[in-house]
Nanobody, 124 residues
């Protein structure tokens, strides 16, 4: 199983980034997929989740209205479009496979697979 995240970088406040996560080694369209982030000295935080087939989405309160999660089951990929980025969005972002087809419970203790992180830094 592999989850390969990419697209992180340095961006100014108010800017945008689009993260991608490429999956392999499991039946991607059977599982919900999520993004988490972890800033230095803080706990890992759920950012967003997208369900397996219908594409229903959920977001953490701090990113609602700014971030959009999507997936492409043909490409085995999940994306996170991040707009109006703020310095407090600075963190390592991880994609993860939820132990379910839906996002009913998408906490960090309900994860089948974790990907490696990609650093997002929002700074002027």
């Amino acid at each position: 199983v592999q989850l390969q995240a990419s697209g992180g970088g340095l961006v100014q406040p108010g800017g945008s980034l689009n993260l991608s996560c490429s999956a392999s080694g499991f039946n991607f369209d059977n599982y919900a997929m999520a993004w988490f982030r972890q800033a230095p000295g803080k706990e890992r935080e759920g950012v967003s989740c997208v369900s397996s087939i219908l594409g229903h989405t959920k977001y953490g309160d701090s990113v609602k209205g700014r971030f959009t999660v999507s997936r492409d089951n043909l490409k085995y990929a999940v994306y996170l479009q991040m707009n109006n980025l703020k310095p407090e969005d600075t963190a390592v972002y991880f994609c993860a496979t939820i132990l379910s087809f839906d996002c009913l419970w998408w906490g960090p203790d309900n994860i089948a697979y974790w990907g490696q992180g990609t650093q997002v830094t929002v700074s002027s």
